[in-house]
């Protein structure tokens, strides 16, 4: 009986072992569609205005994609850095000090996420946001993803896009 009770001890544990795997798709469903020029960068003046308007129906070859059947999420995001050349020429993270925001919300730090919001009527996800610059010489990097937030017991959306405005999603510009 002691030798069955020890090749349980050994058996068992190694199920548990040998079925675990890192892959998160297994245990979070998740789904990525193409939809181009979502977000939009564009600098007037000494402001940087950044925006994302997503349809909350993407248009797609055979049928409409809805984010939000999909994923019952109120909020999608996407991630920029703001980036400045200092005096020894060298980018280096910079973070504005005057922000407006128009449309949606921000979490701001060496990273800026912007959070586009589903509006009142559930039609469109809304963002935009003008950062007052000093002078001097900026770059934008966009990551090209458009991301569902909270997406609980539901499907995870990854929207794989482009910006308006920059090349290969990196804007550079002098404020003078």
């Not at 994609?65 to 400045?84: A, C, G, P, V």
């Not at 589903?118 to 003008?130: F, G, P, R, S, V």
């Amino acid at each position: 009986m002691k030798k069955y009770l020890y090749i349980l001890t050994l058996v068992i544990p190694s199920f548990f072992f040998t079925s675990c795997t890192e892959s998160d798709d297994e245990f979070f469903a998740s789904t990525i569609v193409t939809a181009n020029s979502l977000i939009e960068l564009d600098v007037t003046g000494n402001e940087l205005n950044v925006s994302c308007y997503v349809s909350r129906l993407l248009p797609q070859p055979n049928n409409p994609f809805d984010i939000y059947l999909t994923s019952t999420s109120r909020k999608i995001f996407f991630n920029y850095t703001l980036e400045k050349k200092n005096v020894s020429g060298a980018w280096e993270y910079y973070t504005p000090t005057t922000v407006s925001v128009i449309e949606g919300e921000n979490e701001i730090d060496e990273i800026i996420s912007g959070i586009a919001v589903l509006d009142a009527l559930d039609t469109t996800y809304e963002y935009e946001t003008n950062n007052t610059l000093a002078p001097g010489q900026y770059r934008v990097i966009v990551e090209p993803e458009i991301v569902t937030l909270n997406a609980q017991d539901a499907v995870m959306v990854t929207i794989k896009t482009t910006t308006v405005g920059a090349v290969g999603n990196v804007l550079e510009f002098t404020i003078d």
